[in-house]
């Protein structure tokens, strides 16, 4: 009976292992599945005069081919690699809508230059100056519509974050049921190796939106919890993402995380990867960043040509009109405000804006300005303050101690870049004062160059320079103050009511050079030429107009060439991690058809076995019945 006991356990033991490895076969190409063997200890022996004759084999167990490190590499490598990718793709695309060299917006700020120096060829020409409106009209829809594209792209980030939230929950709360199913399962004493592989599968996929860890429990459940250590399924329970307006910024909304009765707040540090992670830093960071930059350069174009309009006339001789309309400086308070303040900001020198919007918070005792971008601050003890060409004003109440408003100084502008004309014939190419030497002069004194610099209350006044032959001179016209004996040395520059004149030559006395009104407006092309000059200035935050299109350019090359870069590598690091997992659960059908064989052969040895037990009981019945 004992060689029959040892037979009928090795057919049993080569079963199961045909079992295991019928079951690996069958799921080689499944998703998570791990590589399972049944695993064998013998059964003991029993003892004999002739010593300890064995039991035959049991079957213990059935285990899958498991580490819990390359694992836990895998999971991380999954992470960082869908952050990185995710981020390289919303950059590529961004790269791909500035980057149109043939209809971008350095070639429209060319092609209006172009316009302005036709009319500073011929200021009388009516078609010239029409030009320049539609130049003017084509910079601004470019710029413009470059905003909208990207306010799209954010709208579209918004909507797959909202969308990862959901396939995050489904995954939380199916990871959670599974936790009951093994908990329940392992009472038996016995892993589910099936439901485990489910299981880690499932955190696999979590790893792909964020960065989770694990940690197992005694009963068999996991612990997942994201990178920062807050809980997102304990035992059977599943926490949940929400979206709400976030508190410092209602446009966006940000991620919370509800685990009970706390709510907690999620930013892309403590997704700290995945597809969310990534999608957020793109929305929060790389996107808003290139907004700014865009709102920087339109705030420069506008106000430069509408302070340069503003010193000059239009061809019926009316001061000039403002050419470029701006979008306004959008304010938005702290849901959590207790103070009853309202801040209003406003736009004063848009040469001077700064490439980032803005924080305001009040300590209780100090009002801290800070820029969003980099985090640097100024502290005063008191409102109005400019900061950065804006303006900052507490219009009505007052801030409580820890109140903040958020300023989108430099975001919100280009949303509303517009050209303002409505005729080119209100385009301010001349200037309202021309210079006239006296019909009398002797000298050879002129005007080397004239230009108007501000537009002062007193622009248009007459003024009358007279020379007294002895090096010396004096200035009479409202606004001036009148002054006498002033000296005079050739190449000097002379400066009142806002214009400037340089002058040359050696005058004799009684000689005179008067300011007077420009007898010609529409024939004048002074101030046309001043706004060609325009785009060598600095006038879009301490660069050239061309200059910081090609930072924003090279700004967001950068980051797409850096993110790119790291999800090459990422990618690598994700397929070799891939590989090492798979090597040790992998299903690998050459090995498995090889056990296979030898499980077969085993199951009919143990065959034999019990045929020869059953011959030999058979003959012991036969002998003892004779």
């Known amino acids: 009976m004992s060689v029959l006991s040892v037979g009928q356990s090795a057919l049993m033991?080569?079963?199961?292992?045909?079992?295991?490895?019928?079951?690996?076969?069958?799921?080689?190409?499944?998703?998570?599945?791990?590589r399972q063997e049944a695993v064998l200890s013998t059964a003991g022996g029993q003892f004999s005069g002739s010593g300890f004759l064995g039991m035959g084999v049991n079957v213990l167990t059935v285990q899958r081919n498991y580490d819990r490190f390359l694992t836990n590499d895998l999971l991380a490598a999954t992470s960082v690699a869908n952050a990185d990718s995710t981020r390289a793709g919303l950059l590529s695309r961004l790269d791909d809508l500035m980057g149109d060299t043939d209809n971008g917006i350095g070639v429209a700020i060319?092609?209006?230059?172009?316009?302005?120096?036709?009319?500073?060829?011929?200021?009388?020409?009516?078609s010239a100056r029409?030009?320049?409106?539609?130049?003017?009209?084509?910079?601004?829809?470019?710029?413009?519509?470059?905003?909208?594209?990207m306010q799209l792209v954010a709208r579209e980030t918004n909507e797959r974050i909202l969308q990862s939230a959901s396939s995050i929950n489904s995954l939380l709360d199916r990871v959670?049921?599974?936790?009951?199913?093994?908990?329940?399962?392992?009472?038996?004493?016995?892993?589910?190796?099936?439901?485990?592989?489910?299981r880690d599968q499932l955190v696999l996929e979590l790893n792909k939106y964020m960065k989770v860890t694990t940690f197992p429990q005694s009963d068999g459940s996991l612990s997942v919890f994201t990178s920062g250590g807050e809980g997102l399924v304990v035992g059977g329970r599943a926490a949940k993402l929400e979206s709400e307006p976030s508190p410092g910024d209602s446009s966006k909304q940000r991620l919370v995380l509800v685990n009970g009765s706390t709510r907690l707040p999620l930013d892309a540090n403590s997704l700290n990867g995945g597809s969310l992670g990534g999608l957020v830093q793109f929305r929060d960071n790389d996107l808003e960043a290139m907004r700014a930059r865009l709102g920087q350069l339109a705030a420069g174009i506008a106000t430069a040509f509408n302070q340069q309009q503003a010193l000059g006339i239009d061809s019926t001789g009316a001061a000039g009109q403002a050419m470029f309309r701006l979008g306004q400086p959008q304010v938005g308070a702290h849901s959590g405000n207790l103070g009853d303040a309202t801040l209003q900001a406003t736009i004063v020198d848009g040469t001077q804006l700064d490439a980032s919007d803005l924080s305001v918070s009040f300590d209780g005792s100090q009002y801290v300005v800070s820029r969003v971008s980099d985090g640097v601050s100024q502290s005063f003890a008191s409102l109005p303050q400019t900061v950065g060409g804006v303006r900052l004003?507490?219009?009505?109440?007052?801030?409580?101690?820890?109140?903040?408003?958020?300023?989108?100084?430099?975001?919100?502008?280009?949303?509303?870049?517009?050209?303002?004309?409505?005729?080119?014939?209100?385009?301010?190419?001349?200037?309202?004062?021309?210079?006239?030497?006296g019909s009398g002069n002797?000298?050879?004194?002129?005007?080397?160059?004239?230009?108007?610099?501000?537009?002062?209350?007193?622009?248009?006044?007459?003024?009358?320079?007279?020379?007294?032959g002895a090096g010396g001179f004096s200035v009479s016209g409202t606004g001036t103050g009148n002054p006498t004996g002033l000296t005079y040395t050739p190449g000097m520059t002379i400066s009142y009511n806002g214009w400037s004149m340089t002058l040359r030559g050696a005058p004799k006395a009684g000689d005179t050079i008067e300011l007077v009104p420009t007898a010609n407006p529409a024939q004048d092309n002074r101030n046309a030429k001043a706004m060609i000059t325009l785009s060598n200035q600095p006038k879009a935050g301490g660069a050239t107009f061309n200059e910081a299109f090609a930072t924003m350019l090279g700004d967001v090359g950068v980051r797409t060439q850096s993110a790119q870069g790291s999800a090459e590598v990422s990618a690598a690091l994700l397929s070799r991690a891939t590989a090492a997992q798979s090597a040790q659960s992998g299903v690998n059908l050459d090995e498995e058809a090889a056990r296979l064989m030898q499980f077969q052969q085993m199951y009919q040895a143990a065959a034999k076995v019990i045929q020869a037990a059953q011959g030999m009981f058979d003959t012991l019945l036969a002998a003892t019945s004779g």
């Open 442 to 468: 002797t000298g050879d004194v002129s005007v080397n160059a004239f230009s108007v610099d501000t537009a002062d209350a007193n622009l248009t006044q007459p003024v009358t320079i007279t020379f007294d």
């Open 393 to 437: 004003e507490i219009t009505d109440g007052s801030m409580a101690p820890g109140d903040t408003f958020l300023v989108r100084s430099a975001t919100a502008l280009a949303s509303g870049f517009s050209q303002a004309l409505s005729s080119g014939s209100q385009l301010a190419a001349g200037y309202a004062m021309t210079t006239q030497l």
């Open 13 to 34: 033991a080569a079963y199961a292992q045909l079992q295991v490895t019928g079951h690996n076969i069958a799921n080689a190409n499944t998703v998570g599945y791990s």
């Open 176 to 198: 959670a049921r599974l936790n009951n199913e093994i908990s329940y399962s392992s009472g038996s004493g016995q892993t589910p190796n099936d439901l485990m592989d489910q």
């Open 130 to 149: 029409q030009s320049v409106l539609s130049r003017a009209d084509a910079l601004a829809q470019r710029i413009r519509g470059l905003d909208q594209q």
């Open 110 to 126: 060319d092609d209006l230059n172009l316009a302005l120096a036709d009319v500073a060829n011929n200021p009388g020409d009516a």
